[in-house]
């Protein structure tokens, strides 16, 4: 019997005999009556056993420590009016797997850091066991999210030839130690994947909407709450698109996933709001009835510039690539939600983007939520051969490696766009948790890599 189940039936089970398997989340002894809260995994509360000296082996039973795995017999007992709606008369109690005593999670508070070393042992912490199912619940609305949009599901690889974005942050996939590629593995020079965006692109010109989701890799080397080595991320790309289009479906997901969550999470969500921020439910409700606002980067400029002074970076000019404090100034302050930056100067976006009538920005739309900063990278892709090439030629890109790419512009190429939403940042708006690395089963950062 799952704890899940007997809660959703309450009445069906009430005064009948169950058995249940879990671990031992506390155990409270006392001479007369003794309390286990029991958690099997089903449902994110624990599960109340009571066990009296009537119960056979109650003396054993006390002596169950902390995280041991047991499987208990009893009958359910329905209390509405009880602080416990719900606790189990425990006939038997058996212990299954019995927890050292050195286990590493004791009834105080732990903090992150000391969480992070054991990656082993902390999702059984109640922060992590939320957000680890969140993970779940959120995977699911996304694919629901595209499934019901007819957008279809395409797998890109891990193992590439190609730097997607251009900015120089592959790790390297090689089974030897020099670097001659030619006789390596692949006969030449591969890389693990920044973006499934590139291969995607001709599944787009194929079945019109598409989406990747899948793992990404960036060797960049700053250490921030919001930077990983590997990171999910999800990729749609749509035909006959452009970038106005492109953010309304940035905008109907992420109010989609929040609402999903919302509905398919309420516990973790509730856990979040009560121990981690408590502004989190209401920030993302009132996120999913607003509109999100869109502003160009030029104005972005002229907004910094007016703020000049109250950054550590004072140094705004239009050109300079926005850092995280002007991205949160601009979402946080002067807008007070999310916000689409659009029309970035094409200089400080990657080659792919369609460049504008003005010659000097992109059709870019980036969006900025407080908090974390910038969670979706997308654009309006260049359709255009001859601009393509070109872009490519100033940037002395190697064209042989992408004369696949530039070729489906020849191959009944058109208007398309698409983006990237960072999947692990989209974890961290939802529940508030701060760093990356609590969002992430086993994080990868730079000079980090348990097991
Ligand atoms: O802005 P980015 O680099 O865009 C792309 O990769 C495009 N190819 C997407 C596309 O148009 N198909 O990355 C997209 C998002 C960012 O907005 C951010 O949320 C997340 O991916 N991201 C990271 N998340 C965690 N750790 C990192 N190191 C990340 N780098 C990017
Ligand atoms: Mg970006």
């Not at 299954?96 to 992150?112: E, T």
Request: hydrophobic content about 35%; aromatic content about 12%; overall charge negative.
């Amino acid at each position: 019997m799952l704890v899940k189940k007997l809660k959703s039936n309450l009445q069906d089970y009430d005064g009948k005999e169950v058995t249940l398997q879990g671990w031992v989340r506390t155990n409270r002894k006392s001479k007369n009556v003794s309390f286990i809260e029991l958690n099997d995994g089903s449902t994110f509360s624990n599960l109340q056993i009571v066990y009296t000296p009537e119960m056979g082996g109650y003396d054993e039973a006390t002596k169950i420590t902390t995280g041991s795995a047991i499987e208990v017999s009893g009958v359910v007992k329905v209390t509405p009016e009880g602080k416990q709606p719900l606790e189990i008369n425990a006939t038997k109690i058996t212990v299954l797997g019995m927890a050292d005593h050195d286990y590493p999670l004791q009834k105080k508070r732990h903090s992150f850091e000391y969480l992070r070393e054991i990656p082993h042992v902390r999702p059984r912490a109640n922060t992590y066991y939320a957000i680890f199912r969140v993970r779940s619940v959120l995977s699911m609305a996304i694919h629901t999210f595209f499934q019901d949009r007819g957008f279809v599901y395409v797998h890109t690889p891990e193992i590439t030839g190609n730097d997607a974005e251009g900015a120089g942050q592959c790790f390297t996939v090689t089974t030897i130690k020099n670097q001659d590629y030619e006789k390596d593995f692949f006969g030449k020079h591969a890389q693990l994947t920044v973006s499934g965006q590139l291969h995607v692109e001709p599944f787009a010109l194929t079945y019109r909407n598409v989406y990747t989701f899948g793992p990404t890799f960036r060797a960049e080397n700053s250490n921030t709450t919001r930077h990983a080595s590997e990171f999910w991320m999800i990729e749609p790309e749509m035909a006959f698109a452009d970038l106005s289009d492109n953010m309304d479906v940035i905008e109907d997901m992420v109010k989609y996933c929040i609402n999903y969550v919302l509905e398919h999470a309420p516990e973790e969500m509730a856990f979040f709001e009560r121990v981690i921020d408590k502004d989190c439910i209401n920030r993302v409700k009132a996120v999913a009835s607003s509109t999100f606002k869109r502003m160009p980067y030029s104005e972005a400029i002229e907004e910094l510039q007016k703020a000049k002074g109250r950054f550590e970076n004072n140094d705004i000019f239009w050109g300079m690539d926005l850092q995280s404090e002007h991205e949160r100034y601009i979402c946080e302050e002067v807008v007070g939600g999310p916000v689409f930056l659009t029309d970035y100067p094409k200089e400080i976006k990657a080659f792919y983007m369609r460049e504008n009538e003005d010659g000097k920005t992109v059709a870019a739309c980036d969006l900025l939520v407080p908090y974390v900063g910038e969670l979706v990278g997308g654009s309006q892709r260049e359709e255009r051969y001859d601009v393509l090439k070109a872009k490519m030629d100033a940037l002395g890109m190697d064209e042989e490696i992408l004369q696949w790419y530039m070729d489906l512009r020849r191959f009944g190429g058109c208007v398309h766009s698409g983006f990237g939403l960072g999947f692990d940042r989209m974890l961290m708006y939802l529940s508030g948790i701060q760093n990356i690395r609590d969002v992430q089963p086993y994080p990868r950062t730079p000079r980090n890599l348990i097991f």
